[in-house]
């Protein structure tokens, strides 16, 4: 099961800021925070992740807090091209021995409205 | 920098054939996860595989399915016997050791 709480759903007006949140609140001294999305039924896009500090990167930004029980994805200027599943998954990395897949659970539709 | 590479996209077979899917992953990965996901539902993990190794199949069906991934070329993943509630976009992911996961497009099975 995940280990991720997520609203199923969102809209954001094109050009303003998605501001999408995640809970985790069980999260591990080892696990890394990812968001990934699903445009369509393409395959699923990796986006950012972050362990403790903050993130960015072309695509977005990662806020998480400082007990690293919740995290927020900020879309900066959305578009209508980021209407998608958004998707928050914590997983161990870098800890030896061990699978590293991911865990989807059913994140949260953005749409972005003209 | 070509990406994960999934053929076919698209597959069709008839009840009881196999079926055949191929991933190659990025230039550099030795990491292959297989993931399925059926008609409006979430992706759902099956295998993980290193070169000549499969690392966790927790998620993989008992019987019909099997996936490798083979010292040289794509990792393969195998459906013998399809019916019809195999009917789903297989995805293919490829990593640098643990690092994030990157998808192909995957591969749309259809069974008639």
């Known amino acids: 099961d995940a280990k991720t709480t997520q609203p199923p759903s969102m809209d954001c007006a094109e050009g303003r800021a998605a501001n999408l949140p995640c809970n985790h609140s069980?999260?591990?001294?080892?696990?890394?925070v990812y968001w990934y999305r699903q445009i369509h039924s393409q395959g699923p896009q990796y986006i950012i992740h972050?362990?403790?500090n903050n993130e960015t990167n072309e695509m977005a930004s990662l806020i998480i807090t400082e007990d690293r029980k919740s995290s927020t994805l900020i879309l900066p200027h959305a578009t209508l091209r980021d209407t998608a599943v958004y998707y928050c998954?914590?997983?161990?990395?870098?800890?030896?021995?061990?699978?590293?897949?991911?865990?989807f659970g059913k994140g949260t539709k953005l749409s972005v409205i003209p | 920098n070509a990406g994960v590479m999934q053929n076919p996209r698209h597959l069709v077979r008839r009840r009881g054939q196999e079926a055949r899917l191929r991933c190659s992953p990025m230039?550099?990965?030795?990491?292959v996860y297989w993931y399925r996901q059926l008609p409006e539902e979430g992706l759902k993990f099956m295998v993980y595989?290193?070169?000549?190794?499969?690392?966790?199949e927790s998620g993989m069906p008992k019987e019909r399915f099997s996936a490798e991934f083979p010292k040289e070329g794509p990792s393969i993943l195998r459906i013998q016997q399809v019916v019809r509630g195999d009917s789903a976009a297989y995805f293919c992911?490829?990593?640098?050791?643990?690092?994030?996961?990157?998808f192909g497009e995957g591969s749309r099975l259809t069974v008639l």
């Open positions: 595989l290193q070169k000549e190794n499969i690392i966790d």
């Open positions: 069980t999260i591990s001294g080892n696990e890394y």
């Open positions: 972050g362990l403790k």
């Open positions: 992911a490829s990593s640098v050791g643990t690092g994030e996961l990157f």
């Open positions: 230039k550099g990965h030795s990491h």
């Open positions: 998954i914590v997983r161990v990395r870098d800890s030896g021995a061990g699978s590293y897949q991911l865990t």
